[in-house]
């Protein structure tokens, strides 16, 4: 079992940076790939950026290309999303998420493939 907590969300405006992080309970944090995902209101949930369980393979979304990344700290068991040059479109309700395995890139944007959720971080970006 694993338990998911995000935190780092808020307010900004457009162009702004935030740092969201996803710390993770239990010790076998590192045997887990982690992933973000986001929804947006009336909108589906959709992929946002994924690492594996070793760190070393990433996939992201289009959309967050070169604004965006992923890193993991097996130390604290927290798996960070940096977000630069935040867009109004950005706005969502951001959640972290493990799965058991790593994916290929189809997969990994899955979100039915991942075991555990966080309760999500509120980011509004504003123009």
């Known amino acids: 079992q694993v338990q998911l907590a995000e935190s780092g969300g808020g307010l900004v405006q457009a162009g702004g940076s935030l740092r969201l992080s996803c710390a993770a309970s239990g010790r076998t944090f590192s045997s887990y790939a982690m992933g973000w995902f986001r929804q947006a209101p009336g909108k589906e949930r959709e992929f946002v950026y994924y690492?594996?369980?070793?760190?070393?393979?990433?996939y992201y979304a289009d959309s967050v290309k070169g604004r965006f990344t992923i890193s993991r700290d097996r130390a604290k068991n927290t798996v960070y999303l940096q977000m630069n040059s935040l867009k109004p479109e950005d706005t969502a309700v951001y959640y972290c998420?493990?799965?058991?395995?790593?994916?290929?890139?189809?997969?990994?944007?899955?979100?039915?493939?991942?075991?555990?959720w966080g309760q999500g971080t509120q980011v509004t970006v504003s123009s």
């Open positions: 998420a493990a799965a058991r395995l790593d994916y290929v890139y189809g997969l990994a944007r899955d979100a039915g493939r991942y075991d555990y």
């Open positions: 690492i594996s369980r070793g760190g070393g393979l990433t």
